[in-house]
């Protein structure tokens, strides 16, 4: 074009950005041009840091990220199954955790919102013959404050089916570990118990409560309820880490944490589930409960699988993983991402690389035991040789340290003035806890 032509070109443009319509139109254009690259800019910049940290071939699931309103990166990593090389899709099922736990909640809050219970009823009101049920409220169950323990089962009971009236039924053998509402302790036995207290409120099952309550108001149509005689279409198979190696997880039905743990969903379910939260789809009781006061809604659940949600509505992002592993490469992920969306630089990681040492099997014992941290308790144990933090095995790094595979955390266990072990010192991606021997 020659440059008389251009000259023509500017002077027609500027004409008519200079009439009110004309000049909405230009500036409409040109805000969205805007927000179309920075859109994408985040597309890069997201996919850019999660195939690095893939590269350390422990990231298994689907990743998926909003921002300004608009999903810019969804995307599956390895496996459904390992065995069979299914790739995981975007459509993959994953076992959710305690992500369930804020579902439960909304359940319970309309069942509130319509009359048919109160947050300050007890245990007593609808279940009979429940020990401390006179003193444990609806209100205590949701905030772990029931005094109720975190589970009730022991391993071997964890792979049969159960519904929410076994567990309520199971849950009456539970000692409680202090009065309630005196404290605060983690419980998915507590979710159990307010689980079966709704199926009887209602007269419905969870599942056909979750549908009801949860799933069809956000649109979620590849979530549900789980249990080992039921067959869940896109399902993945659960893993642990070893060095170097996939190693399967052990069967698990998690009925017996139904209402705490117990949902299948896919990463854009999850995603559908914290936008109606913090739209007000569930009502402004639900997004009180739920939205901080940050305007944050976050949620993170964890068993041989990982759940991690996370929107800001006041930055204007959502973040969601969902794995079937238990890695620190979903860590890696969950304090990196939410930055990259809020418009700061992330270079990629530097992965761990450990020489692990060899510790006789005598010494390992030394540290077997429960640790109490300010919300949880972490018990120690030993398995054919292996020495095991939760659920999830460590490996020694130096002399009593030792690191976690399953979120590439570091355990440092303390020692008094006697030279006995007193202590643990936990240091993760993002936070430093310290616990105490019980």
Same mark, same amino acid.
């Given at each position: 074009?020659?440059?008389?032509?251009?000259?023509?070109?500017?002077?027609?443009?500027?004409?008519?950005?200079?009439?009110?319509?004309?000049?909405?139109?230009?500036?409409?254009?040109?805000?969205?041009?805007?927000?179309?690259?920075?859109?994408?800019?985040?597309?890069?910049?997201?996919?850019?840091?999660?195939?690095?940290?893939?590269?350390?071939?422990?990231?298994?699931?689907?990743?998926?990220?909003?921002?300004?309103?608009?999903?810019?990166?969804?995307?599956?990593?390895?496996?459904?199954?390992?065995?069979?090389?299914?790739?995981?899709?975007?459509?993959?099922?994953?076992?959710?955790?305690?992500?369930?736990?804020?579902?439960?909640?909304?359940?319970?809050?309309?069942?509130?919102?319509?009359?048919?219970?109160?947050?300050?009823?007890?245990?007593?009101?609808?279940?009979?013959?429940?020990?401390?049920?006179?003193?444990?409220?609806?209100?205590?169950?949701?905030?772990?404050?029931?005094?109720?323990?975190?589970?009730?089962?022991?391993?071997?009971?964890?792979?049969?089916?159960?519904?929410?009236?076994?567990?309520?039924?199971?849950?009456?053998?539970?000692?409680?570990?202090?009065?309630?509402?005196?404290?605060?302790?983690?419980?998915?036995?507590?979710?159990?118990?307010?689980?079966?207290?709704?199926?009887?409120?209602?007269?419905?099952?969870?599942?056909?409560?979750?549908?009801?309550?949860?799933?069809?108001?956000?649109?979620?149509?590849?979530?549900?309820?789980?249990?080992?005689?039921?067959?869940?279409?896109?399902?993945?198979?659960?893993?642990?880490?070893?060095?170097?190696?996939?190693?399967?997880?052990?069967?698990?039905?998690?009925?017996?944490?139904?209402?705490?743990?117990?949902?299948?969903?896919?990463?854009?379910?999850?995603?559908?589930?914290?936008?109606?939260?913090?739209?007000?789809?569930?009502?402004?009781?639900?997004?009180?409960?739920?939205?901080?006061?940050?305007?944050?809604?976050?949620?993170?659940?964890?068993?041989?699988?990982?759940?991690?949600?996370? /929107?800001?509505?006041?930055? +204007? %992002?959502?973040?969601?993983?969902?794995?079937?592993?238990? @890695? *620190?490469?979903? =860590?890696? #992920?969950?304090?990196?991402?939410?930055?990259?969306?809020?418009?700061?630089?992330?270079?990629?990681?530097?992965?761990?690389?450990?020489?692990?040492?060899?510790?006789?099997?005598?010494?390992?014992?030394?540290?077997?035991?429960?640790?109490?941290?300010?919300?949880?308790?972490?018990?120690?144990?030993?398995?054919?040789?292996?020495?095991?933090?939760?659920?999830?095995?460590?490996?020694?790094?130096?002399?009593?340290? /030792?690191?976690?595979?399953? +979120? %590439?955390?570091?355990?440092?266990?303390?020692?008094?003035? @006697? *030279?006995?072990? =007193?202590? #643990?010192?936990?240091?993760?991606?993002?936070?430093?806890?310290?616990?105490?021997?019980?």
């Amino acid at each position: 074009m020659a440059r008389r032509d251009i000259q023509a070109l500017l002077f027609s443009i500027n004409t008519m950005i200079s009439k009110p319509a004309f000049r909405l139109i230009f500036v409409t254009v040109i805000i969205l041009s805007v927000t179309s690259t920075s859109a994408q800019n985040k597309t890069d910049e997201v996919g850019a840091y999660v195939d690095s940290v893939d590269k350390s071939k422990q990231l298994l699931g689907v990743v998926l990220a909003s921002y300004k309103g608009k999903i810019v990166f969804e995307k599956a990593y390895g496996f459904a199954s390992e065995e069979l090389n299914v790739p995981s899709q975007i459509n993959t099922r994953f076992a959710i955790a305690s992500v369930t736990k804020p579902m439960t909640r909304v359940i319970t809050l309309k069942l509130v919102e319509e009359g048919k219970m109160q947050l300050n009823d007890t245990i007593g009101k609808w279940v009979k013959g429940f020990p401390g049920g006179d003193k444990i409220t609806i209100e205590m169950l949701l905030d772990h404050k029931s005094g109720l323990p975190h589970r009730i089962t022991r391993p071997e009971e964890e792979t049969a089916p159960y519904t929410a009236a076994d567990m309520l039924e199971k849950a009456k053998q539970a000692v409680l570990e202090f009065e309630p509402g005196s404290k605060e302790s983690y419980s998915s036995l507590g979710y159990s118990v307010l689980t079966g207290i709704l199926e009887i409120i209602s007269g419905k099952s969870y599942s056909e409560l979750l549908d009801h309550y949860v799933f069809q108001p956000a649109g979620m149509n590849s979530s549900m309820d789980s249990r080992s005689d039921t067959i869940i279409p896109y399902r993945s198979t659960e893993y642990r880490l070893a060095p170097g190696r996939l190693i399967p997880a052990p069967p698990q039905d998690y009925s017996f944490i139904v209402g705490a743990g117990s949902v299948y969903s896919t990463a854009h379910d999850v995603y559908l589930f914290g936008d109606a939260v913090v739209k007000g789809k569930y009502g402004e009781a639900v997004k009180k409960a739920l939205v901080d006061s940050s305007g944050r809604f976050r949620e993170n659940g964890s068993s041989y699988s990982r759940c991690f949600v996370l /929107f800001d509505t006041k930055k +204007d %992002y959502g973040f969601i993983l969902v794995s079937n592993v238990l @890695s *620190g490469a979903n =860590d890696l #992920l969950i304090r990196d991402i939410p930055k990259i969306l809020e418009d700061q630089k992330i270079s990629p990681p530097p992965l761990p690389h450990f020489n692990f040492i060899q510790v006789p099997v005598s010494k390992l014992q030394e540290y077997v035991g429960a640790y109490k941290f300010p919300r949880f308790t972490n018990h120690i144990t030993m398995d054919k040789g292996k020495i095991i933090s939760g659920d999830s095995q460590i490996f020694p790094i130096g002399e009593d340290r /030792f690191f976690r595979l399953a +979120d %590439y955390a570091t355990l440092t266990f303390t020692r008094n003035s @006697s *030279g006995k072990i =007193d202590g #643990l010192k936990w240091e993760g991606l993002t936070t430093t806890f310290m616990g105490v021997r019980q």
